[in-house]
């Protein structure tokens, strides 16, 4: 069993930039892909960005220019740098571990979710 744990999350200008972290817990991440979503009350889930395992990454079209993806699998981790940050990536961040790619289907592992809010 894996457990997750974001942290970063806060209330941040337009402009700025924030950092989430995602700690795993439990059995190995080998094969595993680690991934970030993210929703907005009322809307479905959306995905980011995931760190595929063997170094690859994968971004959505919306933050590829913004986002960045990193993980430690010695320390188990994975991290979402987000730059240039806009009122509308306010919504509660997920990260998720699982084998899949940009669907939330492929992922079936999940933290309890940061929240962002960038103001304007």
């Known amino acids: 069993q894996v457990r997750l744990r974001e942290s970063g999350g806060g209330l941040v200008q337009a402009g700025d930039s924030l950092r989430l972290s995602c700690e795993t817990f439990?059995?190995?991440?080998?094969?595993?892909?680690l991934a970030w979503f993210r929703q907005v009350p009322g809307r479905k889930r959306e995905f980011l960005a995931t760190?595929?395992?063997?170094?690859?990454?994968e971004f959505a079209d919306s933050v590829k220019d913004r986002f960045t993806i990193s993980r430690d699998d010695d320390r188990k981790t994975v991290h979402l740098q987000m730059n240039n940050l806009k009122p509308e990536d306010t919504a509660v961040y997920y990260c998720?571990?699982?084998?899949?790619?940009?669907?939330?289907?492929?992922?079936?592992?999940w933290g309890r979710g940061t929240q962002v809010t960038v103001y304007p």
């Open positions: 439990g059995r190995t991440l080998s094969g595993r892909n």
């Open positions: 760190a595929i395992w063997g170094g690859n990454a």
């Open positions: 998720a571990v699982g084998f899949g790619s940009t669907s939330e289907a492929g992922y079936d592992t």
